[in-house]
């Protein structure tokens, strides 16, 4: 088996900017409770130790870092044994499981469980990343920005010198390599990843315990949730052979215990200033809502026509429906005055502050300069979501035809010249998606591509330009049918076949699909390059508010989530909720009292087989539990695990009060929801039947016997 790859373990941060070491090395957070998404690269070993007189040594993060994953297709895992088992959630891997799944074959409706390595399903396109070190580059970055520069010029230059590290790195590395910005553009830090492209599924219970309760309980609080799915990482064909994963803990935790956290956060929104925060509140929020709730209404409604509509739109409905209910949580956040009042009088204090201080006028200045780059973010921004998001042109086949046109266009550009996603650090992502095997549904492709027509068509009227050009005469639902029954891009061979064509070839195959992007891609790219300046604009102001913010006040030592491996921490804990105490722990037992409370009707009705064995189960075993750990989205998948770094849980959700934490820290209500390690192992055992399972798990390897 081909080892783990060896690198140097620590130092992993080569070089601090003075001013971001001064605010790094500074002591506790300025945060409530045990706030903080922290790097690895910046560990909170003082705050752990005065904190919860834990104090970790350099090898305890190396190892838990080593042992993390992030999930490409959104979410995080971690390795639980020397051969490459991975475990995350269930609604992390569902994606792959649908992809899996057949008319014959539903994954999602009864499950998969692979009793030896030849019977693990090889998923279609997923792909795992594991953070090998970090290097500072913060000052190459700013070097080749020089100040003065129009916005434009400079989001070309940073983005070239972006490029041009990524590629150094990856080319001396051999890793995926990735510049990623912190702070809002306070710094910047290169990521090596390893990435692995063939995983393969292994465990997956039934969704209907995995997601048990569905949309009424989601984000709700008791839960009952099995959310866990297993999966294994190849090399060579073989399991990929890991020397860093995490120990399964046997005994797990118990209320007041600490627990950490180790995963990767989507987005925060902590460091926005207000201006940004209520850009957000009165119009990116209600027009993403806006959006979804169309989206859900329409999968709805073409879902129950018939079991094999269910079936296909299972995994986008559930998607629709958790991220709709994520976004009324914030929203309702941001409508609330004394909470987005707290965030107001806290930026009205920090600028009084600059007022005593002329060195930091420029820091005073930035928050006009950032105001005036959101009035013309949001004159943009309608356009930029229907074309450059293609909210108007939604679909597995149109994203394909971008793909293809974009990357005929973009191949011939210098690396640091092209658009982010097109650059050679991405190449393997781009290409596993590009030809991916995953089934696309003709029928559901008209669905939604004649649903987002509608919503383009309605958005910027019937005789806009590019409107137009897209429908070219057609109803949004006449134009769909045309679209998707012209186009060969199901065909993974023909693909392949374009993508390796120049731009005028490719243009000259005339696939439809491919021509309706070219109809929307000059102007598409216009109102990217002029949000992408204004970013720049935004990200330089950000930056100096930064400075002053680490020289004034001696802390912000976590930066906004940025989807890139963070430590949380917390204590197991209950919380008060309307006059009654909502406890730490949930057991087996309270899973049958509210199923049958419910009288067993859809999303409470249980699996037949968890029916049939609940007398083989403890029913006081621990299934899930609460802690103040400080997660968001992205952080689904993540373990939790003890002082040991033995694994006592599995994230799998937040609680209603937890869905303002994009914006602030609170742990009076707010909590992570785990699965506990304890109800894994007794599912596996006495419901699935799963004795490999649990003896890698429990020995860290593979039975090979």
Known sequence: MTPFPQTPLAPRLRLLTPLLAAAVLAAPATGRGDEGMWLFSSPPVEVLKSR???????TWFDHVQRASVRVMSGGSGSFVSADGLLMSNHHVASDAIQKLSTADRDLLRDGFHARTLAEELPCKDLELNVLIDIEDVTARVNAAVPAGLPADQAAAARRAVQAEIEKQAADRSGYRCDV???????????????????????????????FFGGDPDNFEYPRFCLDVAFLRAYEDGRPARVDHFLK????????????????HPGRTSRLLTLTELEYLRDHAYPAALERLYREEVSLSAWSARSTENQRRAKDDLFSIQNSRKARVGGLAGLQDPAFLGRIAEAEKTFRARLETAPEWASARQAYDRIATSQSVIQQNAERYRMLENAWGLRGELFSLARTLLRSAAERGLPNGDR???????NRT?????????????????????????????????ATDPVVARVL???SPRQRAAELVAGTRLRDVAVRKSLYALDLAALRAAADPMIEVAAAVDAEARAVRKTMEAQDETKRQAHAEIARARFALQGSGNYPDATSTLRLAFGLVQGY????????AFTEFAGLYQRAQAQNQQPPFDLPERWSKRRGKLDLRTPFNFVSTADIIGGNSGSPTVDRHGEVVGLIFDGNLPSLVLDFAYDDQQ??????????????????????????????????RR
């Open 429 to 461: 992502s781009l290409e596993l998606d590009l030809f991916s095997s995953r089934p696309i549904h003709e029928d559901l492709e008209i669905l939604h591509l004649a649903d987002s027509l509608t919503h383009l068509t309605s958005t910027l009227g």
């Open 248 to 263: 399964w803990s046997r005994r797990g935790v118990s209320e007041g215990d600490l627990v950490l956290v180790s995963g």
């Open 52 to 58: 919860h007189g834990f104090a970790p040594d350099q």
């Open 472 to 474: 070219a005469g057609k």
């Open 180 to 210: 990623v910005t912190l702070f809002q553009g306070g710094a910047y830090h290169l990521y090596r990843y390893k990435q692995y492209t063939d995983v393969r599924l292994v465990f997956a219970p039934e969704q209907q315990i995995a």
């Open 670 to 703: 707010a909590r992570a929801l785990s699965v506990d390690s304890r109800a894994i192992l007794e599912a596996l055992e006495k419901v699935y039947g799963a004795k490999n399972l649990v003896q890698e798990l429990t020995s860290g390897q593979v039975n």
């Open 419 to 425: 658009l982010r996603e097109f650059r050679d650090s």
């Open 576 to 583: 008060a909720d309307s006059g009654t105490t909502a406890p």
